[in-house]
Nanobody
């Protein structure tokens, strides 16, 4: 059973935008750091790449270099939703995007630090 549910993926053209959402329907991760990761085709689970994250208290966000300036992560604790706004998408952004939660109260960049994951949502950027 997945406690985190992602949505919003799809097929878009280069330069387009997408908005991904991750809902914690059981309100399990209120005190957890949360983040978005991505896994490109042919990569293994352990190679999931950090995209962006938010600590449990919303005190700041962290981005990978490729996401800085194009992606925006936000967290709404009232609706228990983590959102990733992705603008100016590129073909190399094509991947399955996962939402994850960690008992660490900060948004760690290592996938191994996250205990709970959603099923993922496919993002394909192609002309």
């Amino acid at each position: 059973q997945f406690l985190l549910a992602e949505s919003g993926g799809g097929l878009v053209q280069p330069g387009d935008s997408l908005r991904l959402s991750c809902v914690d329907s059981q309100r399990t991760f209120k005190k957890h750091g949360m983040a978005w990761f991505r896994q490109a085709s042919g990569k293994e689970r352990k190679e999931r790449e950090f995209v962006a994250g938010v600590p449990w208290n919303n005190s700041g966000s962290a981005y990978s270099q490729f996401a800085e300036g194009r992606f925006t992560v936000s967290r709404d604790k009232r609706s228990n939703t983590l959102t990733l706004q992705m603008d100016n998408l590129r073909p190399e952004d094509t991947a399955v995007y996962y939402c994850a939660a960690t008992t660490s109260n900060v948004a760690r960049m290592e996938a191994t630090a996250y205990e709970d994951w959603g099923q993922g949502t496919q993002v394909t950027v192609s002309s």
